[in-house]
Nanobody
């Protein structure tokens, strides 16, 4: 089993910065991918950024150049640095980890609210 603990959400002014963290723990053999999703009220959950085991990253078009995903393999932690935030970035952000324990599974964090005031 894998547990994810997110932190770093909150209220930020438009144009400001915020850093989200997600630490994975449990009977982890390896982690294939770590990512951040978000869900705004009335909208579907969408992939914001993902980083796979080799370090390759991919971003939602609307956050390219503003957000950066990174990971600390030693700590099984993924980060999302959010710069130049906009009101449309307001959402609940969820961490997702694809990890191998006794099997390969997909695990979700509890979500952290990010609110951007304009």
């Amino acid at each position: 089993q894998v547990q994810l603990v997110e932190s770093g959400g909150g209220l930020v002014q438009a144009g400001g910065s915020l850093r989200l963290s997600c630490a994975a723990s449990g009977s982890i053999v390896s982690i294939n991918a770590m990512g951040w999703y978000r869900q705004a009220p009335g909208r579907q959950r969408e992939l914001v950024a993902i980083i796979i085991s080799g370090g390759t990253t991919s971003y939602l078009d609307s956050v390219k150049g503003r957000f950066t995903i990174s990971r600390d393999n030693a700590k099984n932690t993924v980060y999302l640095q959010m710069n130049s935030v906009k009101a449309e970035d307001t959402a609940v952000y969820y961490c997702n980890v694809q990890a191998r324990t006794s099997y390969i599974g997909s695990y979700w964090g509890q979500g952290t609210q990010v609110t951007v005031s304009s």
